[in-house]
DNA sequence: TATGAATGAGGATTCATTCAT
DNA sequence: GATGAATGAATCCTCATTCAT
């Protein structure tokens, strides 16, 4: 999570300074064609910044990744109890969780993340977390919402996985599968199956 | 879907035809590395055929990957009502169709097809079908399991379009959120949201 | 050492193939310029072969460093006495040692032995090894051509290893001190030293 | 030959002054790995100072080079006969000339020299001037030795010739061939030869 | 059908050098 | 003097693809 202030210099008329019209161009790169089908020199040319200059900024193709990846898939540093559960209405719950969902992420960083979670660690490893995160911020909102404790911590946890398996993949289930599947609907579904 | 025989040549003493070590070859590496990182000779070496043979069944690259998804994710022709619906037992209706699923795709071409199909039409389109194919049974599985209708059309829909999505992406939402989501586990969340 | 007989195929007008042609011009180019300053497009260029022609043979740059010192600095097979030793005249021993010098390496190979012998550690395993086997067969000889063993041991070690410096490095003393040191002369001032 | 004296900067915290840390690591790296494989930005690097200095003080990187060898390989103004010839005694005369060398050059300067002598012209001609001068000095030191001229002129040529090659290259003869070549052994192999 | 040499476009990366600050 | 972002030519290397045998 970069805070560096840069300055804006005289040879970047565009007034974004060139490392992040790099990752900007690379986001939507990656998002459309994948990781291995970009070339640097269309980043570069995207960005509207010399070839050299992506290599200044990131030694590596595989930094440029690592890099979207660090600082623009992040987990918000909320207070556990930022969402307000609210006892007896799991269902809008949930859809308060997935507005105010946690995940500072793009649709393409989505796809980047999903995309290339299987064959770069470092990727894979974020996406992890990320899952959790939610599968977490989850179980605890229905947990809140849920006072009674109807409905064994077992089942709490397999409607807690799927809303976050929802949650997190929905862009990809609906590109990939051509369907979308409304998180409201889901998260009325599990209230229903945890519920009287 | 092919289904011409080939004979076993005196150069192929795993008692494999070429064109099949060559599909296996690639199905392992697409998976393990991604279509566009696996290159054709490796490919071949792998597969202990020379280069030039690759290309001799498959003219281009992006051939062996239309192959192995023509190939290696057929959806069976099963007659609609295969998997029989039990009425009263959604839940076990919807195991069952997880156990006896259609999809006839090892977990490597599961792979394959997930992670190519935002960027290759082709893998896309045959996601899509499978997707609809999983979709479409789910929801016909859970009507007749719940005869009396109830539960409204729309939430039948999100029910099955739930189940379908975990059932399809396990493999991946196992592999990249490194959690498993058992299906058995959320048929019976979905016939609770379903049921009485 | 290589012996793989190369047909002659229709692409090759120079009648000398390909490989051959590529290790040629790169001797030539080293020698001249040193490995470093030597680009690949640059060997095939004047090997008259495409660039890629290049790695099909020596998947990277330095193993066309490695196979011109494996193919063309060979130490001949001689018997230990091929050079016959004239009892009570070393210098003339010395003399057609040098002129039946096992070394099988053109000046350009050895001007290359000698720069790269400092950062490439395979060159200069070659090259100590080139120059033991020198310093044994001119200590053998003159232990032959000096039966009586007048002068000890130590100067005549002394001796041999002067003459191999000599004789080895011949090339580049020329070169570099724009000076020649006519090995016949060295083996006739050694002879004084050791002889009568 | 500079003698411009660098005040110490306050951001010298080493205490020697930029250019003369750049001079030095740059020793080390040519010496350790070329002059084509050394980067100038690994110069800087190693020398603590940013890229950017490198070229205020050396325009361009072959300057570099070119400062090192007229700064660091002066042959010292020595008067003709600094190295007290002693009649009678050749072999001590060589090897007083061997310990008070004219050559201030360290072994990583020696080691530079030789390897670029054949690639760059300013550097062969400083190498052939101290291979001159050394040669120069010993076959003075010889006569002075050999008072009485036994041994022809000529034989004496290529005895200096050679002690010159031994002394100049010792550092390259060790490294290269595994060898030492003892400069006193020689010597004394030498008188040998040209004395009684 | 089988083989591997041949081809050249393209890709990641390096690097000397410039220059605004 | 000091600094490091900026530049683009050049480099090593990969790879899909062709084709003679």
């Keep these: 999570m970069r805070a560096v202030r840069r300055r804006r ?49 990131f030694p ?18 909320l207070p556990e109890d930022a969402v307000e559960a609210l006892p007896g209405d799991p269902a809008g719950t949930l859809s308060r969780l997935a507005r105010r969902f946690p995940l500072r992420a793009s649709p393409a960083m989505r796809r980047i993340l999903f995309r290339e979670a299987g ?43 799927t809303f976050a398996a929802v949650l997190i993949y929905q862009e990809n289930l609906a590109q990939l599968s051509g369907q979308h599947v409304d998180p409201d609907a889901v998260a009325e579904l599990i209230a229903h199956a945890l519920g009287a």
Excluded: M, W
């Design 9 to 57: 210099s005289s040879r970047d008329p565009q007034g974004t300074d060139a490392r992040t019209r790099i990752l900007d161009a690379a986001e939507a790169l990656f998002a459309e064609r994948g990781y291995d089908a970009t070339s640097t020199a269309r980043i570069a040319r995207q960005a509207g910044v010399p070839k050299g200059l992506v290599f200044h900024y």
């Design 60 to 77: 590596q193709k595989i930094d440029v990744l690592v890099a979207l990846v660090d600082e623009r898939t992040a987990v918000e540093e």
């Design 119 to 161: 064959t770069h660690r470092s990727v894979g490893e974020r996406l992890g977390r990320l899952n959790g995160e939610v599968f977490r911020r989850a179980r605890r909102a229905l947990e809140l919402a849920l006072p009674g404790a109807r409905g064994d911590q077992a089942r709490l946890e397999v409607a807690a996985a």
